[in-house]
Nanobody, 120 residues
Framework: QVQLVESGGGLVQAGGSLRLSCAAS????????MGWFRQAPGKERELVAT???????YYRDSVKGRFTISRDNAKNTVYLQMNSLKPEDTAVYYC??????????????WGQGTQVTVSS
């Protein structure tokens, strides 16, 4: 079992920055593919960014060049640095973990979510 706890959300003006953190329990964190998802009111949850156990990353087109995903295996933590935030980035952001290919199969573990609100 892996427990994930997100932090770092909040209210920020458009153009501002936030860094989300996701702390994971367990001794096998380094073997997991980690991801950040988000869900805005009235919309489906969408994949924002992923990072594999070997550090390969993926970003959805709308955040490329603005968001950076990273991981610190010594701290069992994955981060999402969000710059140049836009009102359309407003959502609840979730951290998730799985083994292997981020685009194949279910994500096994989820955090509780952290709210990000970007004002115009």
């Amino acid at each position: 079992q892996v427990q994930l706890v997100e932090s770092g959300g909040g209210l920020v003006q458009a153009g501002g920055s936030l860094r989300l953190s996701c702390a994971a329990s367990g001794r096998t964190f380094r073997t997991y593919t980690m991801g950040w998802f988000r869900q805005a009111p009235g919309k489906e949850r969408e994949l924002v960014a992923t990072i594999t156990s070997i550090g390969s990353t993926y970003y959805r087109d709308s955040v490329k060049g603005r968001f950076t995903i990273s991981r610190d295996n010594a701290k069992n933590t994955v981060y999402l640095q969000m710059n140049s935030l836009k009102p359309e980035d407003t959502a609840v952001y979730y951290c998730a973990a799985k083994y292997g290919n981020p685009f194949d199969g279910e994500w096994n573990y989820w955090g509780q979510g952290t709210q990000v609100t970007v004002s115009s």
